[in-house]
């Protein structure tokens, strides 16, 4: 190995968060070595990389030399003291969950390492893969091999586990980002994992804005509102574009930009994503998205057996059940990534809300400051135990507070 990067950012995440389009926004916001280094093990293997990773699984010592000369490949490539590396921290092959055997040295080759791991909605996610296999990009890439909602679930949490295994070695730091975030806040994201200036603006803030969700979409379904038109959605909204816009200086991290626990009457999960079903994201992303994805429509019968899974409510209920508890782990891996938090209206409608409750209190025993925006028409009478970090009755003064650079 030559001489070690002084800082190597490592962007990654499973199948269809589409990886090409954030090395592509790398390559053109920074001067620094872009790769991805799939593309090296291809062209070591002459072969498409589901078919290398797949004969680590028939041939593992064999394979293991080709995959290393691969990576001794691309480090040879990228000289410089920095770089952005794109590479899958898993593999999913024959019902298999395969640990990427390159990851110990790509982290070995850098003093400090940032992994981002990108986050998708698993039905844009699964639409994506369905559509390049329907264009013929990917031959043989399914053959006896399924991928289905919970199948691309659990590949997902298998990447969460890799990647906080990496950060234990100590010179590894893991972020966690929803692809749905603004193509501003991605530019934001990288230049902060590069330690790279961006705009004149060198010293970046990372903050998560913790705010009501359940009983805001609930009332949206109550009145059969679209949320897009919802009128608390839309403040919410406005809230957090309002923030980055203000604040040249902050990274926010939404967890609305992932979302997927999309019921609707009866409390089941839906099978047919409307767009009115969805949290309003930014329109501004890395990706366009069309709606609706129908998770039965026959042509995710090259990835799964629909009616064997989307098309039962059996499987749904198990879906959702999964669904559930990565919500929680990924909102609380932005708590705990971050600088501090801003709870936004957190007694909207006059009560309190659960899931930004456990919010601020992890981020209290965290020692993160967490500033609340509460206006005088949410208030309620506080516990004397339940506090929000510091109130603020307006969102001039939280910018105040925050020194915002714009």
């Known amino acids: 190995m030559g001489e070690r990067f002084r800082r190597l950012v490592i962007v990654s995440g499973v199948s269809g968060v589409e990886l090409g389009?954030?090395?592509?926004?790398?390559?053109?916001?920074?001067?620094?070595?872009?790769?991805?280094?799939?593309?090296?093990?291809e062209d070591e293997f002459h072969a498409p990389i589901y078919e290398a990773v797949e004969l680590l699984l028939?041939?593992?010592?064999?394979?293991?030399?080709?995959?290393?000369?691969?990576?001794?490949?691309?480090?040879?490539?990228?000289?410089?003291?920095?770089?952005v590396v794109g590479v899958h921290l898993t593999y999913h092959r024959r019902n298999h969950i395969i640990p990427n055997p390159l990851l110990w040295g790509l982290v070995a080759s850098a003093y400090e390492v940032y992994v981002i791991l990108y986050i998708e909605d698993y039905y844009h996610a699964l639409a994506r893969i369905a559509e390049r296999v329907l264009k013929g990009r990917t031959p043989g890439a399914f053959s006896n091999q399924p991928l289905d909602p919970l199948g691309y679930l659990y590949w997902r949490a298998s990447d969460y586990a890799t990647a906080f295994l990496l950060e234990g070695l100590g010179n590894v730091r893991v972020m966690?980002?929803?692809?749905k975030h603004s193509l501003e806040g991605h530019r934001r994201l990288l230049a902060y994992a590069l330690d790279e200036p961006l705009g004149g603006l060198g010293r970046f803030k990372n903050i998560y804005v913790s705010h009501p969700i359940t009983k805001v979409r609930a009332r949206a379904l109550e009145s059969n509102g679209d949320l897009w038109s919802f009128e608390d959605c839309i403040d919410i909204e406005r809230f957090k574009a309002e923030l980055e816009s203000r604040c040249g200086n902050v990274i926010v991290h939404s967890p609305t930009t992932v979302d997927e626990l999309i019921?609707?009457?009866?409390?089941?999960?839906?099978?047919?994503?409307?767009?009115?079903?969805?949290?309003?994201?930014?329109e501004v992303t890395l990706h366009e998205y069309t709606y609706p994805v129908d998770l039965t429509?026959?042509?995710?019968?090259?990835?799964?057996?629909?009616?064997?899974?989307?098309?039962?409510?059996?499987?749904?209920?198990?879906?959702?059940?999964?669904?559930?508890t990565q919500v929680e782990s990924r909102d609380l891996a932005y708590v705990n990534q971050v600088d501090f938090v801003v709870a936004y209206r957190p007694t909207l409608y006059g009560t309190t809300h659960t899931g930004v409750e456990v919010e601020v209190e992890v981020a209290q025993a965290l020692s993160k400051p967490v500033y609340s925006i509460i206006p005088e028409g949410d208030r309620v009478e506080a516990h004397p135990l339940r506090r929000y970090g510091i109130t603020l009755k307006s969102e001039d003064s939280l910018y105040t507070l925050l020194k915002c650079s714009a």
């Open 21 to 41: 389009r954030i090395l592509d926004l790398a390559r053109r916001e920074f001067r620094v070595p872009i790769a991805k280094l799939e593309d090296y093990i």
């Open 58 to 83: 028939t041939s593992r010592q064999a394979s293991l030399g080709r995959f290393r000369r691969a990576l001794d490949s691309m480090l040879g490539s990228l000289r410089d003291n920095k770089a």
């Open 176 to 179: 966690v980002y929803g692809v």
């Open 263 to 282: 019921v609707g009457r009866g409390d089941v999960l839906k099978s047919v994503i409307e767009r009115r079903d969805r949290w309003p994201h930014p």
């Open 297 to 324: 429509d026959p042509k995710f019968n090259e990835l799964y057996n629909v009616s064997k899974t989307t098309a039962s409510p059996g499987y749904m209920e198990a879906l959702k059940a999964a669904i559930e």
